[in-house]
């Protein structure tokens, strides 16, 4: 009698496109697995790669160049690309529920959705700001805030960004370089400008060594950022007397108050309510815990990476340059588990290199307790190295 030499299928699902899925993606492409149903299920059809986001808000960069289109990707990978939203996972029968009322079976889960920042304890804060993510809203606002400004560039504008991390950090000094290009060219005083940076604490960057933050807080304000350190916005709300355009006043802890057109919001990061229903070991901000090994400390068949991740053992920064590290690991522990092998553990590095852009086509370098201070050929030098990550992934 003849042996069926068919492979068993096996459902393996991502959800997100963020960078450790891109990866895993690619990867799926150049070594395939046989028997394995691979779908990705992402809100949107491109990613954006956060290296080079700031500098696409700086006007650096054009759309395309900082986005990873998932359609080519998952052709490559020869997988099915959902665009749909998760809104609920049931884990006893291994099924992923999306807005559009469609439910995925897998054998393993992995996710890579990034984070969003927390504004659920702030009046005012989800009517009235712009979140950082989903960085399409974000852009979406961008594109026509610049608009605006390029049509009426005489018009005084405030804008206030919550959050001194280095995401609001590299914000503020983006958007102060793309609108002083539409005022210079306009041939307008660049005093029409007013830009606000608050910060809870009274440091700015807390994840990053003491030089780096006196680097960045220097180049704030030589570049007339108002940088306000030790102030919590606890309101936001519209004022109403004025006509012309939208006026907001952030009032703060401490008394302060500021009017201003444009909120971005670039505070702490958090995780949708969704993980947590599902019942997944997280922590207090709602991250999946996972093991040295990418998989979720309570539920075996799923794992994480990027920001919606925590590693139990070796807690890291939110950073982009984390989800690029754990790409490959991720990938080799997705093929073993699928093919019953035991898993290998990742530990990733204690230190690693920042270039953390100004803005201005420079960049500040640190690594450890050294720092750079900022300086062009740091910025090509980081400009050659996003372009190059950017390159694995031009699949058309």
């Known amino acids: 009698m003849q042996q069926n030499t068919q492979p068993i299928v096996k459902k393996l699902v991502l959800i997100g496109g963020g960078h450790s899925h891109a990866i895993v993606m690619k990867m799926f492409g150049t070594k395939p697995l046989p028997g394995i149903h691979l779908t990705l299920i992402s809100a949107a059809s491109k990613t954006a790669y956060s290296g080079m986001l700031p500098g696409h808000i700086a006007g650096f960069y054009s759309h395309d160049e900082c986005h990873i289109d998932l359609q080519p990707l998952a052709n490559f990978a020869q997988a099915q690309l959902c665009i749909d939203t998760v809104v609920a996972l049931d884990l006893k029968n291994n099924k992923v529920l999306c807005a559009s009322g469609l439910a995925v079976d897998f054998d393993v889960l992995s996710i890579d959705i990034g984070s969003t920042p927390a504004t659920i304890s702030v009046s005012g804060a989800a009517e009235y700001a712009i979140a950082a993510k989903p960085v399409s809203q974000l852009l979406e606002h961008w594109r026509e805030l610049i608009e605006a400004v390029g049509k009426n560039p005489q018009e005084p504008i405030s804008i206030a960004i919550a959050g001194g ?10 958007m102060r370089s ?6 210079h060219q306009a041939q307008q005083p660049i005093q029409n400008l007013e830009i606000h940076l608050f910060q809870r604490g009274q440091e700015l960057m ?5 030089s780096v933050r ?3 807080q220097q180049t ?7 940088v306000h350190l030790g102030e919590t916005v606890c309101k936001i709300a519209p004022i109403t007397s004025k006509e012309t355009k939208e006026v907001f006043e952030i009032k703060c802890e401490s008394g302060l108050k500021v009017e201003c057109n444009k909120i971005f919001w670039v505070t702490q990061a958090s995780a949708p309510e969704w993980l947590k229903n599902a019942g997944l070991g997280t922590n207090k901000q709602g991250f999946i815990l996972v093991e040295d090994t990418l998989q979720s400390q309570t539920h075996p068949q799923v794992f994480a990476s990027g920001d919606i991740a925590t590693m139990v053992n070796h807690p890291r920064p939110k950073a982009g340059v984390f989800a690029v590290r754990q790409g490959k690991p991720l990938f080799e522990n997705l093929q073993r588990i699928l093919l019953g092998k035991s898993l290998k553990p990742y530990k990733p590095q204690k230190q ?7 803005g201005d086509k420079r960049a500040i370098a640190t690594r450890g307790i050294i720092t750079l201070p900022p300086h062009k050929l740091l910025w090509h030098y980081k400009d050659w190295i996003d372009r190059r990550f950017m ?6």
């Open 165 to 174: 991390g280095a995401g609001g950090v590299e914000l503020a000094l983006s």
């Open 178 to 183: 793309r609108l002083h290009q539409i005022l």
């Open 206 to 210: 807390p994840n990053y060594h003491q």
């Open 214 to 216: 006196h680097q960045l």
């Open 220 to 226: 704030l304000i030589e570049q007339g950022i108002k």
């Open 352 to 358: 690693y290199l920042s270039l953390i852009g100004t």
């Open 391 to 396: 390159e694995r992934f031009r699949l058309e």
